[in-house]
């Protein structure tokens, strides 16, 4: 059985949050929508576009709070391995499909416990596909895999190319959508496997990071998580623990 991972190791700190939230927060928004009135979109590269703060707050704690409750049942959290048996530095866990690092295919349950795996949130899917939307270089995906990962304060991923999803998908450039929340990760994008030429770009908690076209190859990967950055509100209302949560939608 595998050991169940907490993302809020206390869960009295939920019940005696403060509900302090940044300006915005209360704002009434319909999910999906961005923080602010005009997100930031930056264009690193053909393909790869960065929307800065476009999750808004209380889209974050919800997804923590489902993460979280995902994560501790069937099919939950895990440390996988890759295919020469080293641990990754990371807990994972997969929604829609599983993805198995040991063997690079998509199956329907999970390597542990044999779970079937959680079907993807509809909410998380909808401010997948509104982020999609408003990157308009890339066609619409409708997102039936999505893989979350969780680093702590030494976790990291090495430079990689996500190649398991069918050719068809490959082939057409569908994007691959990355939420980033929590701590704030220095993730690294090259042309080769080479982390010394790569390019350096810090996703915070709330970005949204859109990989596809002729980027989708792309090698990349996470040099380091920043200690202390998670907002103090989403600490607050969620008590998630130090570390960043990553989610990927993509469509197989
Ligand atoms: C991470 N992300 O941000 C790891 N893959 O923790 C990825 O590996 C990734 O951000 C494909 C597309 C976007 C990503
Ligand atoms: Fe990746």
New binding site residues.
């Given amino acids: 059985m595998l050991q169940p991972f907490d993302l809020c190791p206390d869960h009295s700190e939920l019940t005696n949050a403060k509900t302090t939230a940044p300006e915005g927060h209360k704002k009434k928004r319909k999910a999906g929508e961005s923080t602010t009135d005009v997100a930031s979109v930056q264009h690193l590269r053909p393909g790869l576009v960065l929307l800065k703060g476009f999750v808004k707050p209380e889209d974050q704690v919800k997804i923590v709070r489902t993460c979280r409750q995902l994560g501790i049942g069937p099919g939950g959290f895990y440390t996988p391995s890759f295919k020469n048996g080293a641990k990754m530095k ?1 807990w994972m866990m997969c929604l829609g499909k599983n993805w198995d690092p040991t063997t690079g295919f998509y199956g329907p349950t999970h390597p542990c416990d044999g779970a079937q795996v959680p079907a993807i949130p509809e909410a998380f899917k909808i401010i997948a596909q509104t982020a999609n939307s408003t990157a308009s270089e890339f066609p619409q995906i409708n997102p039936d895999i999505c ?1 979350i ?1 969780y ?1 702590n304060n030494v976790g990291k ?1 090495g430079l ?1 190319q ?1 190649k398991d999803e069918s050719g068809r998908s490959i082939n057409q450039g569908l ?4 939420i ?1 929340i929590g701590d704030t ?1 220095e ?1 690294l994008f090259s042309d080769a496997r080479d982390k010394d030429r790569a390019t350096k770009v810090n ?1 915070e908690s709330g970005d949204i ?3 596809g076209g002729r980027s989708r190859l ?1 090698f ?3 040099s380091h998580v920043k200690p202390n950055t998670t907002p103090t509100w989403l600490k607050e209302e969620t008590g998630l623990r130090p570390g ?1 949560v ?1 989610l ?1 939608f ?1 469509q197989y």
Avoid at 175 to 178: G, L, N
């Fill in positions: 990371l893989i990962n680093y991923l990689h996500d994007p691959i959508v990355s980033s990760a993730f996703l990071l859109i990989l792309l990349h990967g996470i960043r990553n990927t993509r």
